[in-house]
């Protein structure tokens, strides 16, 4: 009764739009390294997002920005790396992890983590 009220033929209306995918600011900096890839460049700065999950900045040698998100195993590797230190993260072979009560777990993803040396 209430599409009555308020004069709307519910079917009409639904003929006439269409459902479209809402436009959200999207951000294309993050890149997720594939296995046998590395970056190098400075980190710039660790951050954390809107679910407090840390990611990194990276300038990369040519000066585009890309960003990281931490995972365990480069969260080790990136403790002691300062902004403005300059490095290159290589990712590695996925270890398998063990199953619990039956569950496939997700396999760890692996970095080698490397410093400039001024020797």
Known sequence: MAQENLGVD???????????????????????LDVGEEVVGRLAA??????????????????????????????????????GDRLKIKRKPDRKLPQVDGEPKQPLQMYEVYVWNNV
Do not use: R
């Open 10 to 32: 519910k079917g009409k209306k639904e003929e006439q739009g269409k459902w479209v995918l809402a436009d959200y600011d999207k951000d294309e900096s993050f890149i997720k």
């Open 46 to 83: 660790k951050k954390e997002n809107y679910l407090g999950n840390l990611y990194y900045i990276i300038e990369k040698e040519d000066d585009e920005i890309i960003k990281i998100s931490d995972t365990t195993n480069l969260h080790k590797w990136m403790a002691n790396i300062e902004p």
